[in-house]
């Protein structure tokens, strides 16, 4: 039998949201990449929801953007209705959503993918990754332990006790091997994956394509600890079928706010599709109570962890049965397809269930269901395995990122896959790292999260996860971050110089008004009373002014006489800035704090068995998560702030090995 290699510098193992973002990143910092997928047919698929952003999501979507990534520009080409949400609330929680084309959404992806230099896409199922052992090492340490912290650490020493290896390729099913320098994981929910409708199974990926069932062996024996979640999509069902007179219609924004900050607001003002919202009713929930039995949820059939903020129709039932009525939205996936997404009703209920539930739904009395409900369960790692970087902590050149890391949702995968493609290719070409803290982005909120904490179900991004979600908002994450983004390499010149000269404009025109004073004179009272604003004893600064909440920047054009055109998006920042200024400060400096503690780093070489003082537990704990900082130290569960002074005094002395 003859060999076949080919030889290239990464290998992104799937091409979903998380896939694209990565292999697009490599691609484009100048690295020979291939892209592997069970079907080129599923890049960028949306097998649930067909939309982008939403709360919170919104935000990890624009600092994709900020970082040089592509969803946010894929979606302002595809989406079809387009809503900020939150807009009653402060700026910290605005969150762009869009509903998607879905067939449009991905085919846009896919041919951004198939022009990429230096990208290859290829069909084929990854069987088994290959590598190099390196070198050897162990935690043995757990008598003092209570059982349940025994039983972790033992689970996480097969991890480690081989010790260090390096990746160096990847095999297909078909047997040919792929040298690389570095691989990254974005298999989704394939790895294994079975779906569920009733006492119906059929073990395949999401819509029926294939899945992979071959390269959770090779994880394994890499020393990869493995676990099952599962999650669920609802119902689609015939427009044709839908009595929409009977439901409340949703729509878009009047004015369309884009995505990216690339995209010009003027064209992507267009026509957009309605949604629609109902409800469920006691009947629904009557037919769900009496068919539990047959849910694979409460049969026991199902062995993996489902998300506890998108949970089923059933669940909602039977954890929420004091309401009376849960909200349905109808979506449509779609311009050229009838097909209308149940969003707030998956499950995995029968068919014949399925069938007589949504049609207890006002609207939904004749509805025809085009494809059934269904869960699926996949495989997934412990993603405390990984460094922040979301390289493994044991596996030299081996990343991972998207749902495999046990997380939920297209946007959170897409930030993922974004970080692991950046870094893979700073690996390959010896550079440093790029990391993203708490306090800077819902991105390193998110992958934070990720590697400190146990997540029992598969995590989703919410606003509540930030601490400083006033400093982190979705409408400054250019500002945040495009320094970040040209650093790493994946904004150009024109891009970061345009940036600058924003910092400059809002920066100036802060000063500027707080600068101009306006008098009490009569003038300045008649324009107060128009507003019903209390008027001026005194003369006081047109910042001073903006503070009132009756008040704004638009609104001061009147009295301004001095003002010069400046961007929507400059004068946006400038308004914030100004109104929220004291909350603003005082976050800041919590974030200062915070910082002194992310600074101080722990070196990887570092024998927590010589740390004196230390508890054991600690002492495994730390030893088990290799923490990267005192601050994600700080995060982690079993060690208290006791601990963490006796590591501080310990670092202020170590010399290293």
């Known amino acids: 039998m003859m060999e076949c290699k080919e030889i290239v510098d990464i290998c992104v193992v799937g091409a979903g949201h998380a896939g694209c973002e990565a292999a697009l990143a490599c691609a484009r910092l100048g690295l020979k990449t291939v892209i592997f997928t069970v079907s080129v047919d599923s890049i960028a698929l949306m097998p649930c929801n067909p939309n982008i952003g939403g709360s919170s999501k919104g935000h990890l979507v624009r600092e994709l953007d900020a970082l040089g990534g592509e969803m946010g520009k894929n979606i302002d080409k595809t989406f079809i209705q387009s809503k900020m949400l939150n807009k009653s609330k402060g700026p910290a929680v605005h969150s762009l959503r869009a509903q998607a084309d879905k067939a449009e959404y991905s085919r846009s992806m896919r041919n951004i993918l198939e022009n990429q230099e230096n990208l290859i896409i290829k069909q084929a199922e990854i069987s088994s990754l290959l590598w190099d052992e390196t070198s050897s090492s162990g935690i043995k340490e757990t008598s003092s332990l209570g059982m349940e912290e025994v039983n972790e650490i033992h689970k996480f020493t097969d991890t480690f006790k081989e010790g260090k290896k390096k990746i160096t390729g990847v095999k297909t099913f078909t047997g040919i091997v792929y040298e690389c320098s570095a691989v990254i994981l974005c298999t989704g929910t394939y790895l294994k994956a079975r779906c569920l409708c009733g006492e119906s199974i059929t073990y395949t990926g999401p819509n029926g394509l294939q899945a992979a069932n071959n390269l959770t062996d090779s994880l394994k024996e890499l020393g990869i600890e493995i676990k099952r979640f599962k999650t669920g999509t609802p119902a689609r069902i015939d427009k044709r079928s839908v009595d929409f007179s009977k439901m409340e219609e949703q729509f878009g924004d009047d004015k369309i706010v884009p995505f990216s900050f690339s995209t010009d607001p003027e064209s992507i003002q267009k026509e957009q599709i309605s949604c629609y919202l109902t409800y469920t009713n006691e009947s629904t929930h009557e037919i769900i109570r009496n068919n539990l039995d047959r849910s694979p949820i409460y049969a026991g059939i199902i062995e993996g962890t489902g998300p506890r903020y998108c949970p089923s129709i059933e669940d909602k039932v039977v954890k929420f049965y004091d309401k009376e009525r849960h909200q349905v939205f109808i979506e449509p996936e779609g311009i050229h397809t009838n097909e209308m997404y149940i969003s707030g009703m998956s499950s995995s209920l029968p068919e014949d269930v399925q069938i007589a539930m949504y049609r207890t739904v006002k609207g939904l009395e004749n509805c025809n269901i085009v494809r059934n409900a269904y869960a699926i369960e996949y495989d997934c790692i412990d993603a405390r395995q990984l460094y922040p970087t979301l390289e493994f902590k044991n596996i030299t050149g081996l990343f991972s990122a998207g749902q495999l890391n046990g997380s939920s949702g297209y946007e959170e995968a897409a930030a993922q896959g974004l970080v692991a493609g950046i870094n893979a290719a700073m690996s390959v070409m010896e550079k440093e790292h790029i990391t993203f803290d708490r306090s800077e982005s819902y991105i390193g909120v998110l992958i934070d999260d990720l590697v400190t904490k146990d997540n029992k179900e598969p995590y989703r991004m919410m606003t509540s996860r930030a601490e400083y979600r006033l400093l982190l908002r979705q409408d400054n994450a250019d500002l945040r971050l495009g320094k970040k983004g040209y650093k790493a390499g994946l904004i150009d010149e024109k891009v970061y110089n345009d940036l600058i000269k924003k910092e400059y404009q809002i920066k100036n025109e802060i000063k500027r008004l707080k600068s101009t004073m306006i008098g009490a004179g009569k003038e300045t009272q008649v324009f107060l009373e128009k507003y019903n604003s209390s008027p001026l004893k005194t003369a006081a600064s047109l910042a001073e002014l903006i503070c009132r909440p009756e008040l704004d920047y638009e609104i001061l054009y009147e009295i301004d006489k001095d003002r010069k055109s400046l961007p929507a998006d400059v004068i946006v920042q400038v308004e914030i800035e100004i109104k929220y200024e004291g909350y603003i400060i005082r976050q800041q400096r919590q974030v200062e704090q915070h910082k002194k503690m992310e600074k101080k780093l722990i070196p990887e070489s570092l024998d927590y068995d010589q740390v004196p003082s ?43 090995g």
Do not use: M, N, W
């Open 614 to 656: 230390l508890r054991i537990e600690a002492r495994q704990k730390l030893k088990l998560y290799k923490p990267v900082s005192v601050g994600q130290a700080s995060r982690i569960s079993g060690v208290s702030p006791a601990d963490l002074t006796v590591l501080l005094i310990y670092l202020e002395h170590y010399k290293g």
